[in-house]
């Protein structure tokens, strides 16, 4: 089973936001689900890591029954869609539905995406930093946070 980022996010987005650890078992249920089907492990890495990158999951830090386990959230440019034989995920993990502080996820997300732009303009990727302009009004959008300084650095670095 290959997940695209949306169906990652679609999966996390049924709990509320899960671990990595939550997301390869509930990924591996639906594809366990699907005629037997099994998840290639590096292919999953590849997967999160690259919705990671593009803003469809967020890495959300948060203080959990005394030890911090980040969670991984679907993310504004993410349109979340629920991969086949996924429905019933939520009844085979004992994972209980998430509820995050909206101002909180919305500082994290503004604090990796001023590290994605500061890494894009040390590098002068253009490409990045057109693609990251794009994605700062996802952002705005779909967080409590004012990206105007990012905005303004990523408008004078594509000068």
């Known amino acids: ?17 899960l671990t990595r650890p ?13 005629d037997g089907q099994s998840v290639d492990d590096a292919a999953l890495e590849a997967a999160i890591d690259d919705a990671l990158e593009s803003f469809a999951l967020v890495r959300h830090e ?5 030890e911090d386990r980040p969670l991984l959230v679907a993310g504004p440019t993410a349109f979340p869609s629920v991969p086949d034989h ?20 919305g500082e994290t997300a503004r604090e990796e995406f001023a590290a994605a732009v500061e890494t894009a303009v040390d590098d002068g990727d253009e490409d990045r930093l057109a693609v990251l302009l794009d994605v700062s009004y996802d952002v705005e959008a ?18």
């Open 86 to 105: 996924a429905e019933d995920v939520p009844h085979i993990l004992d994972v209980d539905r998430r509820r995050l502080d909206r101002d909180a996820l």
């Open 142 to 159: 779909w967080a409590p946070v004012d990206l105007a300084s990012e905005q303004e650095r990523l408008e004078a670095a594509l000068e």
């Open 22 to 34: 939550e997301l390869e078992r509930a990924l591996s249920e639906a594809a366990f689900r699907a």
């Open 62 to 66: 948060r203080h959990d029954g005394g």
């Open 1 to 17: 089973m290959d997940a695209t980022a949306d169906e990652l996010a679609g999966v996390v987005d049924l709990f509320g936001g």
